[in-house]
């Protein structure tokens, strides 16, 4: 019976509740255009529940560059073109700046992490701090941790290749660890990745558009976990501590060392030093900042790395740095075992700049040009967040005489820019060529992907930089030791790649890197006067021997 009484009053709420504010809503037409609503649910019916960012962009197609969704409580505005985005975004990001409110966000205690803050002098604090440590000019600090960790992950694909996909995670994991908390045990460095993991999927499973009524109706936050309608409350008190230990754990175990005279430099040691001043002394407000700078780097070692993507009512910040290179390195070999042209291209240029004594370092990345090509290329062709992370409106507005209402989410389609044949023709196309000259320099005229990829407006990825070089230092690295090719399937012929990625709020290409083969060929394309064996966990010691190019096997298995 308390159940039954339950499910119709909350029913009647949201039906009373709707009625109201449509009332509201159409008495400040006219909204931008958009497919039909009809009367109480809106688009309801009609919002996507698999791959959106094609929906949004048919919708953009048909109906112009700005599109309305009227969902209950939650006005939606689909942003299709990159002018828009630069007009609303950029131009007017004071107002474009805000995120929406998420309920499971604040009782999973997510509210000390700087993607998850609304657009106000907090957020600017936390953004500050994080920018000073991952800005441009800081990123060359961190190379010697990028280039050691190349090298590892190199090893550990040439040792154990059939664990590829988890070699490919713990390279941008074990990075942010080094950076941030300054840890080097790789025992240590695997425990947080999992901590981080395990904390993330609380995000991951609140992302299930309707997995919480929470969202929808803030009061059902109170309900204890033991009565009917207290589901919310049950989770949280499952993920909260996990959460709590995320945040805390790591920072705690840097304070102890530094006050034991045993700390390593780190951007948590610099952060300490540096609040503590003269008297050696942080307020509460310091420590607060700069666990959540910390821990916001560290949850970016997982897959999803806290990006709060939109398929009904939860949306957020994200700090892209690494689930983007994650991700990115998978479709990154995806394409190289689907279009092997390109891969040999980028292996020639190799061979021709760094030579085959060594492996690539960071003096040759300006010279590297057709492997920038190619990681931009990547970063186009299948965008990781292709909705974007979505914005909400702090402020009513108008734009070409079309009514935004405060409170909006705003969805930049960063799929549909990255697609748009006017900028990139034959888009669906991998070819890194279309953003070089023919005199083999990087065409400026071409629009840049990474200003799209990775975001608009003061919420853009301030961990653009770190991870723009982490992964070209490691793509060229990984060509320059392996053959990437497709897989052999159980009838002995090669595994048919398909493009296609998952329709998750982050793309990953479905097939099965995880079972990968990692071998040394007699028919590699390169000699290599050095051996990949001889790579230890603190640096890379060439060893004089003569090996070929491995042949990596993208794909399934022999």
């Given at each position: 019976?308390?159940?039954?009484?339950?499910?119709?009053?909350?029913?009647?709420?949201?039906?009373?509740?709707?009625?109201?504010?449509k009332t509201w809503l159409t008495r400040r037409s006219p909204l931008p255009p958009g497919p039909?609503?009809?009367?109480?649910?809106?688009?309801?019916?009609?919002?996507?529940?698999?791959?959106?960012?094609?929906?949004?962009?048919?919708?953009?197609?048909?109906?112009?560059?700005?599109?309305?969704?009227?969902?209950?409580?939650?006005?939606?505005?689909?942003?299709?073109?990159?002018?828009?985005?630069?007009?609303?975004?950029?131009?007017?990001?004071?107002?474009?700046?805000?995120?929406?409110?998420?309920?499971?966000?604040?009782?999973?205690?997510?509210?000390?992490?700087?993607?998850?803050?609304?657009?106000?002098?907090?957020?600017?604090?936390?953004?500050?701090?994080?920018?000073?440590?991952?800005?441009?000019?800081?990123?060359?600090?961190?190379?010697?941790?990028?280039?050691?960790?190349?090298?590892?992950?190199?090893?550990?694909?040439?040792?154990?290749?059939?664990?590829?996909?988890?070699?490919?995670?713990?390279?941008?994991?074990?990075?942010?660890?080094?950076?941030?908390?300054?840890?080097?045990?790789?025992?240590?460095?695997?425990?947080?990745?999992?901590?981080?993991?395990?904390?993330?999927?609380?995000?991951?499973?609140?992302?299930?558009?309707?997995?919480?009524?929470?969202?929808?109706?803030?009061?059902?936050?109170?309900?204890?976990?033991?009565?009917?309608?207290?589901?919310?409350?049950?989770?949280?008190?499952?993920?909260?501590?996990?959460?709590?230990?995320?945040?805390?754990?790591?920072?705690?175990?840097?304070?102890?060392?530094?006050?034991?005279?045993?700390?390593?430099?780190?951007?948590?040691?610099?952060?300490?030093?540096?609040?503590?001043?003269?008297?050696?002394?942080?307020?509460?407000?310091?420590?607060?900042?700069?666990?959540?700078?910390?821990?916001?780097?560290?949850?970016?070692?997982?897959?999803?790395?806290?990006?709060?993507?939109?398929?009904?009512?939860?949306?957020?910040?994200?700090?892209?740095?690494?689930?983007?290179?994650?991700?990115?390195?998978?479709?990154?070999?995806?394409?190289?075992?689907?279009?092997?042209?390109?891969?040999?291209?980028?292996?020639?240029?190799?061979?021709?700049?760094?030579?085959?004594?060594?492996?690539?370092?960071?003096?040759?990345?300006?010279?590297?040009?057709?492997?920038?090509?190619?990681?931009?290329?990547?970063?186009?062709?299948?965008?990781?967040?292709?909705?974007?992370?979505?914005?909400?409106?702090?402020?009513?507005?108008?734009?070409?005489?079309?009514?935004?209402?405060?409170?909006?989410?705003?969805?930049?389609?960063?799929?549909?820019?990255?697609?748009?044949?006017?900028?990139?023709?034959?888009?669906?196309?991998?070819?890194?060529?279309?953003?070089?000259?023919?005199?083999?320099?990087?065409?400026?005229?071409?629009?840049?992907?990474?200003?799209?990829?990775?975001?608009?407006?003061?919420?853009?990825?301030?961990?653009?930089?770190?991870?723009?070089?982490?992964?070209?230092?490691?793509?060229?690295?990984?060509?320059?030791?392996?053959?990437?090719?497709?897989?052999?399937?159980?009838?002995?012929?090669?595994?048919?790649?398909?493009?296609?990625?998952?329709?998750?709020?982050?793309?990953?290409?479905?097939?099965?890197?995880?079972?990968?083969?990692?071998?040394?060929?007699?028919?590699?394309?390169?000699?290599?006067?050095?051996?990949?064996?001889?790579?230890?966990?603190?640096?890379?010691?060439?060893?004089?021997?003569?090996?070929?190019?491995?042949?990596?096997?993208?794909?399934?298995?022999?």
């Amino acid at each position: 019976m308390p159940s039954t009484f339950v499910t119709i009053f909350v029913s009647f709420a949201i039906a009373s509740s709707t009625i109201i504010y449509k009332t509201w809503l159409t008495r400040r037409s006219p909204l931008p255009p958009g497919p039909p609503r009809k009367w109480l649910v809106g688009n309801m019916f009609d919002f996507p529940t698999s791959r959106p960012w094609l929906t949004f962009r048919d919708w953009c197609n048909e109906h112009g560059g700005l599109v309305f969704i009227d969902l209950p409580f939650k006005p939606i505005v689909v942003i299709g073109s990159v002018q828009v985005a630069r007009d609303l975004l950029d131009d007017r990001s004071r107002i474009y700046s805000d995120r929406p409110y998420s309920t499971m966000m604040e009782i999973l205690d997510w509210s000390w992490a700087f993607f998850t803050m609304p657009y106000n002098s907090e957020w600017r604090a936390n953004r500050k701090y994080f920018h000073d440590h991952f800005r441009r000019s800081a990123i060359p600090s961190y190379h010697s941790i990028l280039l050691q960790e190349t090298h590892v992950a190199l090893k550990r694909l040439l040792e154990a290749p059939n664990e590829s996909h988890q070699h490919l995670r713990n390279f941008p994991g074990s990075s942010i660890m080094r950076v941030v908390y300054g840890v080097r045990s790789a025992a240590q460095l695997r425990e947080y990745v999992d901590l981080a993991e395990h904390a993330v999927d609380s995000i991951r499973r609140t992302l299930i558009p309707g997995a919480f009524l929470a969202e929808l109706i803030s009061f059902l936050k109170y309900i204890p976990p033991w009565m009917p309608g207290g589901m919310a409350r049950a989770f949280a008190a499952q993920y909260r501590p996990v959460v709590q230990q995320l945040r805390d754990r790591p920072f705690d175990e840097v304070k102890q060392a530094m006050a034991e005279g045993k700390a390593t430099p780190s951007i948590v040691y610099s952060l300490i030093k540096d609040m503590q001043g003269e008297g050696g002394y942080m307020t509460k407000e310091q420590v607060q900042i700069a666990r959540g700078i910390a821990a916001t780097a560290y949850a970016a070692a997982s897959d999803t790395a806290c990006t709060f993507q939109v398929y009904y009512h939860k949306a957020g910040d994200y700090s892209h740095m690494h689930w983007q290179t994650t991700a990115t390195l998978l479709f990154f070999v995806l394409a190289m075992a689907m279009y092997p042209e390109a891969q040999r291209k980028a292996q020639e240029e190799l061979e021709r700049v760094v030579g085959p004594s060594r492996l690539p370092d960071f003096n040759d990345t300006k010279s590297l040009v057709y492997v920038h090509a190619l990681m931009l290329e990547t970063l186009r062709w299948r965008p990781i967040a292709p909705t974007g992370a979505p914005h909400a409106l702090s402020e009513d507005d108008v734009y070409k005489g079309y009514h935004i209402p405060k409170g909006s989410l705003i969805i930049a389609n960063s799929w549909a820019m990255l697609h748009d044949p006017v900028d990139y023709p034959e888009p669906d196309t991998f070819n890194p060529e279309r953003f070089m000259t023919k005199d083999g320099e990087i065409d400026t005229s071409v629009r840049d992907p990474t200003t799209i990829a990775f975001g608009f407006g003061r919420r853009a990825c301030a961990g653009k930089e770190f991870s723009l070089s982490s992964l070209k230092i490691f793509m060229a690295s990984m060509l320059h030791v392996y053959d990437i090719q497709p897989g052999v399937g159980e009838d002995g012929h090669p595994v048919v790649l398909s493009a296609e990625g998952s329709d998750e709020a982050i793309m990953y290409a479905l097939f099965d890197i995880s079972a990968s083969v990692f071998v040394i060929s007699d028919a590699g394309s390169g000699q290599l006067s050095y051996d990949i064996s001889s790579i230890h966990q603190a640096s890379f010691e060439s060893s004089g021997a003569s090996h070929p190019r491995h042949r990596a096997y993208g794909g399934l298995s022999e």
